[in-house]
């Protein structure tokens, strides 16, 4: 945790960065106590976890952010129904590290393990397992959430709205203190992983459609660089969780500790660091290589939980490598049926050779009834951008029109450029969520830089 004061907070990204008074609460109290001061006194605030949205959704120029990576406490497990009790600043690593043991996973984790429970409900996160098992909220059981006028417990069933306004709500709702999980029962810290490669972008997505459902997590690695008839080739990794008799078969020396988890940081980028990311030269080159290195097809592979769900994690502060200037990352979905926008976005990359070194395409399942939940059935193309390509943002500006007319949508928890104008045309439910923002927050003290930039509170 860093200490209070005047700070610049950036996204993951890296830019923009804005200046307010961050507070550090020791205890939910006190947190709470911050927001109920706000409406008088404070001006505007926001809650930020650990930063990994990668524009500006948890920055707030010249109001108060209350940094809760401090309030990481698990509260309460109950082993025979699997619900925990964390509070909001606990980590998905720290949630990990806590329930793995006992042979429990969380439901729903992003690609890296750095972001905080708040934050996971508050972007309604996905996962490998989307087309499955939904996002986030659909594992929720309850919220206690801090807002000016008292504290609120916000469950799914019966009112609703609140639960499901905060859900997805980008902390415009109020402070998430702490939250209540359902987690998944697992026999071991293993995954069986299928890979495949695919020759190019329709062979992928027809892949993903035919035998998605046999796997619980899946994902594929598309290549936006690669022309002609390979144009978004890709490789695809699928996986379930390995149980106990697979291990013994797979791997019989670790069934002795079928539960084990000790993920590691394996190396950390300097401040400076001692190359940049990524000319486009180094990217067709390294997508060749990370092409031909897959197998055409192997199965039943035993990883370990970090190395098939947060590989990047093993690399710390890997967002230097894109140098001052910062990067992006440009995540969409558009539904089923609308396959040739994802066409259109990779060969409109690949034709100005925009060097995205991770280019992820996923099948999302049913959306959950949060309005400004970002998925929704359908495909999902999430990109890393460096700021530096010249003409990026008139480039994305095109991108963002296309999906939108297919009735696609960009994600908040990425974002740190879209236009307000397209904003309801892509969250066409935004006036529900308004409703019940306004009711929990009719002062409108909750506030951030995206939200001002996109006027989400205002109609
Ligand atoms: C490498 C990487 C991989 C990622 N992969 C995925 C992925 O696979 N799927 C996916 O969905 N996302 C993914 N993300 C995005 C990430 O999951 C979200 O941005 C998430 O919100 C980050 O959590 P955080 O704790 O860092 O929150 P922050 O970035 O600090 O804040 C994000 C938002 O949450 C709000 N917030 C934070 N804490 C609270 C709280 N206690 N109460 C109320 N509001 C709060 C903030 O106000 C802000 O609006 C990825 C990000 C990175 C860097």
């Not at 905060?166 to 995954?191: C, F, K, Q």
């Not at 539960?259 to 394996?266: D, I, K, T």
């Not at 045309?425 to 409703?435: F, G, K, Q, S």
Request: net charge neutral; glycine share 12%.
């Amino acid at each position: 945790m860093s200490a209070s004061g005047r700070r610049l907070l950036a996204g993951w990204g890296g830019r923009p960065a804005s200046s307010a008074e961050v507070v550090c609460p020791a205890t939910t109290g006190e947190a709470a106590a911050v927001v109920a001061r706000a409406a008088d006194e404070q001006g505007p605030v926001l809650a930020r976890g650990l930063g990994r949205s990668y524009g500006d959704a948890a920055s707030s120029a010249g109001g108060t952010v209350l940094d809760l990576t401090g309030l990481d406490q698990v509260l309460g497990f109950d082993e025979s129904s699997g619900l925990l009790r964390a509070e909001a600043g606990i980590s998905v690593e720290g949630l990990l590290r806590f329930s793995v043991p006992r042979g429990f996973f969380v439901p729903v984790t992003p690609g890296t393990r750095q972001v905080t429970l708040g934050g996971a409900i508050a972007a309604d996160v996905h996962g490998k397992n989307h087309h499955l098992d939904g996002s986030l909220g659909a594992w929720v059981r309850s919220i206690r959430l801090a807002t000016p006028a008292g504290e609120r417990l916000l469950a799914p069933a019966g009112e609703g709205a609140g639960f499901w306004a905060t859900v997805g709500g980008m902390g415009l709702t109020g402070v998430v203190l702490d939250a209540t999980l359902e987690l998944v029962p697992i026999e071991t810290s293993y995954m069986l992983v299928d890979t495949e490669r695919g020759a190019d972008l329709d062979e992928c997505m027809s892949l993903m459609s035919e035998r998605d459902e046999e796997y619980r997590y899946s994902v594929a690695w598309i290549d936006c660089l690669k022309g002609g008839s390979g144009l978004g080739r890709g490789v695809l990794t699928r996986a379930n969780h390995a149980g106990l008799a697979d291990l013994r078969a797979a791997a019989p020396r670790r069934a002795g500790a079928p539960l084990s988890f000790s993920p590691r940081q394996v190396a950390r980028v300097p401040v400076t660091p001692p190359f940049r990311l990524p000319s486009a030269l180094a990217v067709t080159a390294f997508n060749e290589v990370w092409f031909r290195k897959a197998p055409r097809r192997r199965t039943g592979e035993l990883q370990s939980l970090g190395a098939y769900f947060h590989p990047l994690d093993g690399v710390g502060s890997w967002n230097r490598l894109y140098g001052p200037a910062g990067f992006t990352q440009y995540q969409f979905v558009v539904p089923f049926g609308a396959e040739a926008v994802v066409r259109e976005v990779v060969e409109a990359l690949g034709a100005r050779g925009v060097p995205s070194l991770l280019a992820v395409l996923k099948r999302f399942g049913a959306a959950d009834p949060a309005p400004l939940s970002f998925p929704a059935p359908g495909w999902t193309l999430a990109l890393d951008l460096p700021l530096s390509v010249p003409g990026l943002g008139e480039l994305l500006d095109g991108f963002d029109e296309l999906v939108a007319s297919h009735g696609g949508r960009v994600y908040f928890a990425k974002d740190g450029r879209l236009r307000p104008e397209l904003v309801s045309e892509m969250y066409p439910r935004l006036e529900d969520w308004r409703r019940a923002c306004d009711d929990l927050d009719p002062a409108r003290v909750f506030q951030s830089d995206l939200s001002r930039r996109l006027h989400l509170r205002k109609a």
